[in-house]
């Protein structure tokens, strides 16, 4: 067992292969994950389970992660919080994407440094030169302090977990809004919303819709949206370089999000005259909780802007998650608070804001 003793706290690496030593850690992480949803918004149901976090743990070619958990030498088996990083192996190979998560009630100063103190080290031994964690954040009571990042769209409550993150030396770079759309209030709204986008689309688009694995044919020019859609859409502050997409990584995605458990839902815009792909939009169903989906990815390619694109491929895939879908009754999203043209869209359709993230950043 890989263990590093920080004060009177224990950091516990969880290892990469499958066994009943990971089986323990992967659900203890579930588990306090799903008490600081809880804490955060009220859902547990935005926590990762054990057997998703086992399917991460495993890595794959184009990803590897670490993650290591807190506990103290006097209680060793109580998980008191978890940090996961997330290390690109194709692109990107400088960065490291951080998960956190810590038991409500604990001090998360003190845990979240014994955590850091253990991980920097071998981030800095990988060669991994920026991190970048995501955090979760209800709405704040009146009178909480706020932070604002830097690009001064949106702000964040002054909790624990940002100051952790500030006395670390990360800076807020970008905020996004947390929202929730209700499926049965919004699938009868949508299918008008999808016949106006289509009118002012025009017969120079059609939409494409697909549930699980991409079809064959449209792998290649998928992988052309799947790379855009790392540097296309706002980033803020945040440090990235496009992402390196094939038809193979598109089918391994494709494969991975059923391995963890998810069906997806997809639709796509296809450019008539050139036949490309110019939009995409992905939602995810749990399979393990079937209410409850993501909007993951939307994008439309920068060429192709103005025809009401982000809005056919949304409401399209809405309405087609009903029919192959029936059981998801809420659908969850995240969009940077400066992207105004998406967040309009999703009004349109009815998410309300629930809640916010913060993408945080540090250069190492």
Same mark, same amino acid.
């Given at each position: 067992?890989?263990?590093?003793? *920080?004060?009177?706290?224990?950091?516990?690496?969880?290892?990469? /292969?499958?066994?009943?030593?990971?089986?323990?850690?992967?659900?203890?992480?579930?588990?306090?994950?799903?008490?600081?949803?809880?804490?955060?918004?009220?859902?547990?149901?935005?926590?990762?389970?054990?057997?998703?976090?086992?399917?991460?743990?495993?890595?794959?070619?184009?990803?590897?992660? !670490?993650?290591? *958990?807190?506990?103290?030498?006097?209680?060793?088996?109580?998980?008191?919080?978890?940090?996961?990083?997330?290390?690109?192996?194709?692109?990107?190979?400088?960065?490291?994407?951080?998960?956190?998560?810590?038991?409500?009630?604990?001090?998360?100063?003190?845990?979240?440094?014994?955590?850091?103190?253990?991980?920097?080290?071998?981030?800095?031994?990988?060669?991994?030169?920026? *991190?970048?964690?995501?955090?979760?954040?209800?709405?704040?009571?009146? +009178?909480?302090?706020?932070?604002?990042?830097?690009?001064?769209?949106?702000?964040?409550?002054?909790?624990?977990?940002?100051?952790?993150?500030?006395?670390?030396?990360?800076?807020?770079?970008?905020?996004?809004?947390?929202?929730?759309?209700?499926?049965?209030?919004?699938?009868?709204?949508?299918?008008?919303?999808?016949?106006?986008?289509?009118?002012?689309?025009?017969?120079?688009?059609?939409?494409?819709?697909?549930?699980?694995?991409?079809?064959?044919?449209?792998?290649?020019?998928?992988?052309?949206?799947?790379?855009?859609?790392?540097?296309?859409?706002?980033?803020?502050?945040?440090? +990235?370089?496009?992402?390196?997409? /094939?038809?193979?990584?598109?089918?391994?995605?494709?494969?991975?999000?059923?391995?963890?458990?998810?069906?997806?839902?997809?639709?796509?815009?296809?450019?008539?005259?050139?036949?490309?792909?110019?939009?995409?939009?992905?939602?995810?169903? %749990?399979? /393990?909780?079937?209410?409850?989906?993501?909007?993951?990815?939307?994008?439309?390619?920068?060429?192709? %802007?103005?025809?009401?694109?982000?809005?056919?491929?949304?409401?399209?895939?809405?309405?087609?998650?009903?029919?192959?879908?029936?059981?998801?009754?809420? !659908?969850?999203?995240?969009?940077?608070?400066?992207?105004?043209?998406?967040?309009?869209?999703?009004?349109?359709?009815?998410?309300?804001?629930?809640?916010?993230?913060? +993408?945080?950043?540090? %250069?190492?």
């Amino acid at each position: 067992m890989d263990q590093t003793q *920080v004060g009177e706290l224990l950091v516990t690496r969880v290892p990469n /292969d499958p066994g009943p030593e990971q089986s323990v850690l992967t659900e203890a992480i579930a588990g306090v994950g799903s008490r600081a949803m809880t804490a955060a918004y009220g859902d547990a149901s935005l926590a990762d389970s054990g057997s998703t976090w086992a399917v991460a743990m495993a890595g794959s070619p184009y990803r590897r992660r !670490i993650a290591l *958990v807190a506990s103290t030498v006097a209680e060793p088996d109580r998980v008191l919080g978890f940090l996961s990083a997330g290390l690109p192996l194709t692109d990107n190979v400088g960065l490291a994407e951080l998960e956190l998560g810590f038991d409500p009630g604990v001090d998360v100063g003190r845990v979240g440094q014994a955590l850091w103190t253990v991980l920097r080290p071998q981030l800095e031994a990988d060669g991994r030169t920026t *991190v970048q964690p995501w955090t979760a954040h209800g709405q704040a009571a009146q +009178g909480t302090p706020r932070l604002r990042p830097a690009t001064g769209a949106g702000e964040l409550p002054a909790d624990a977990v940002s100051t952790l993150l500030t006395d670390l030396g990360f800076a807020l770079e970008q905020v996004e809004r947390y929202s929730v759309l209700d499926v049965a209030d919004a699938t009868g709204p949508a299918t008008g919303l999808t016949e106006q986008a289509a009118q002012a689309a025009g017969p120079a688009y059609r939409p494409l819709t697909w549930a699980g694995v991409t079809p064959p044919e449209l792998r290649d020019r998928m992988a052309v949206l799947r790379s855009r859609m790392s540097v296309d859409v706002p980033l803020g502050g945040l440090d +990235g370089e496009m992402e390196v997409w /094939d038809a193979e990584r598109v089918r391994h995605a494709d494969e991975r999000m059923a391995e963890v458990g998810r069906l997806q839902v997809v639709t796509a815009a296809e450019h008539v005259p050139s036949g490309d792909l110019v939009a995409y939009t992905l939602l995810s169903q %749990r399979l /393990d909780l079937p209410a409850v989906a993501f909007q993951d990815d939307t994008l439309v390619h920068g060429d192709h %802007r103005g025809h009401r694109l982000g809005m056919l491929v949304k409401a399209t895939n809405l309405v087609a998650l009903a029919d192959l879908a029936p059981e998801v009754e809420r !659908i969850h999203t995240w969009n940077a608070d400066e992207n105004a043209h998406m967040l309009a869209i999703n009004v349109e359709l009815g998410f309300r804001t629930v809640g916010f993230e913060g +993408g945080w950043q540090l %250069r190492l």
